[in-house]
Every structure is written in C-alpha cells, then in structure tokens.
C-alpha cells in the first residue's frame, strides 16, 4: 500500500518513531507505528489530535502546522487534503529534516486513503 | 520754518517729506521703521500673486511637512496578541488581548493535550503549538498550577514558531 511506504520513509528521518494520519473527524486512517502501540489506543488518541485541531479551527485558526511537545518526545502535525499527518519522535529529531521529509510524505499520500 | 530735529545733519540737503495723506502714499516712499502695516494690493497685484502662489487662496490651514502615510487599517487579528493565564482548575487568573475565546480554548487544548501524551506513553504535555495560514495558538505549562495560552498573528509570535521548531 502505497501510503504505508510512505509513511515508512519517515523513519528514515533519526529520532522519527512511528506515524499515523487522521482524518478531520478523527479517523485513524492509517498507522506506522511501533507494535507496543495498540490500535485501539492510537484510535482514541487520533480522535483527541483531531478534537484539539477542530478547537482551533472553530476559533479561526485552522492549523496547517502542529507540535505537541511531551518533554522526552514530540508530536510533529501536518495538515494535508485528506485530514492530519502525526508524526511522534524523539526530542532529538532535526525539526528541519523533520519538517522538510514530513511535507513531502504529505503532498506524495493519496487522496483516497 | 520747520525745527532742526526734523532735518538730516548728515545731509542738509534732503529735506522730510511733507506730510500726506497715507494712502497717497507709493510704496517705494514708505519709511523703514520696521513696522509691518497691511498692504492693500491693487487688483493686478492680486492676479500676479494668485498665478504664483494660488494656494494663498485656500481657505484651510495646511501642514507645510511633507504627507504623512495614513495609519494602516488593520483587522483586529493584525493588530495584537492575546495572552491567557488559566489554572488547572479552569479559572482565568490573567487575560489580555480580543481573543475572549482564548482561555476557555487553552484549557480544553491543555487537557486534551494530556490525554494524547498519556496514550502515546509519556507523562504530560509541556507545550502545543499550532500554526495556521496567519495566526498561532499557542498553549504552554507556566508552572505547576496554571496554562498560558496565546494567540496572535504569525508575524509577531514567530520566535515562538521558531522555539517549536515550527520555523
């Protein structure tokens, strides 16, 4: 599946663990993450990713870009067609390699997901 | 015979004018005395100023600086930064800004925010920055007890994009 491999370009990127893509109500539409991930979880936690953008949309700012910042790791959003690419990283990720593979990850995933 | 205080001593021979009536008087025969009277000008007078400086015409006083730009009309969203302080418990403990939205938005973003750190294994969420076309929402830990949330333009908040690494 062609938005997997993408997805698994990511992880060439160092300190890149895993992604997933959300759609804007919330949908986990696909993953690539570690196994300790379980779906159910990363379903629940997709919805709240998806919840939080919403939240700002609603107050006219509808984010294109996001990072959600846990300390020891991060949370690096981007918007694309479809819904919300998530990628979760270490806090020693090159937010510049990051952001320039993520981009490209995102305007490469299908439109039909 | 007229008094001698009256006659030049340096030059005998010019003699005081007679007296006239002062508006019989040219211009060219006006004594320099320094004091400044109305002059009324004859109509072709008149028309040779106009041609030369027709603005002493207007009616208005006029600022002789050069044009000023005119202030730029911002939309509210241009113009400032709005900046909340919020508990843990959802109390506003410090607002500023025209973004009445804001508290009650980083509250729920910072406890969604919690919940998304915890079910991706980590303890809590230190920060969430997220950038829109022109504008940031910013919510970040401002201690042990309270949140701070800002939103504003881009423009102005773009060392906070550049410290998340978003810039």
């Known amino acids: ?113 | 015979m007229k008094p001698a205080l009256f006659q030049s001593q340096l030059f005998p021979s010019r003699s005081v004018p007679s007296e006239r009536v002062p508006s019989e008087r040219a211009p060219s025969e006006e004594p320099r005395t320094g004091i400044v009277r109305k002059m009324v000008a004859r109509p072709s007078q008149l028309r040779a100023i106009a041609a030369v400086r027709p603005r002493l015409q207007a009616p208005a006083w006029r600022c002789l600086e050069p044009t000023q730009p005119e202030p730029r009309q911002v939309s509210r969203r241009d113009s400032s930064v709005s900046v909340a302080r919020v508990s843990r418990e959802g109390e506003r403990v410090r607002q500023s800004g025209p973004d009445e939205w804001l508290p009650e938005a980083a509250e729920f973003v910072h406890r969604a925010a919690l919940l998304v750190a915890q079910g991706l294994g980590f303890e809590r969420c230190r920060s969430v920055c997220l950038q829109g076309p022109r504008s940031v929402l910013s919510v970040t830990d401002a201690g042990p007890s309270t949140i701070t949330g800002v939103a504003g333009p881009a423009r102005q908040l773009s060392n906070v994009l550049r410290n998340r690494g978003l810039k």
Do not use: H
């Not at chain 1, 986990?28 to 949309?57: D, G």
């Not at chain 1, 006219?60 to 981007?78: A, H, M, S, T």
């Open chain 1, 1 to 113: 599946m062609i938005a997997q491999r993408l997805l698994g370009i990511l992880e060439d990127v160092s300190g890149v663990l895993g992604s997933f893509v959300v759609a804007p109500e919330g949908d986990l539409l696909v993953r690539s993450m570690p196994a300790e991930f379980e779906r159910a979880e990363l379903e629940l936690t997709a919805s709240r990713v998806a919840r939080i953008l919403q939240c700002s949309s609603a107050n006219g700012i509808p984010p294109q870009d996001g990072v959600f910042d846990f300390g020891e790791g991060k949370l690096w959003v981007r918007e694309f067609v479809r819904g919300y690419l998530c990628v979760l990283c270490s806090s020693v990720v090159d937010m510049r390699s990051l952001r320039l593979t993520a981009r490209l990850v995102a305007r490469g995933l299908p439109s039909e997901l």
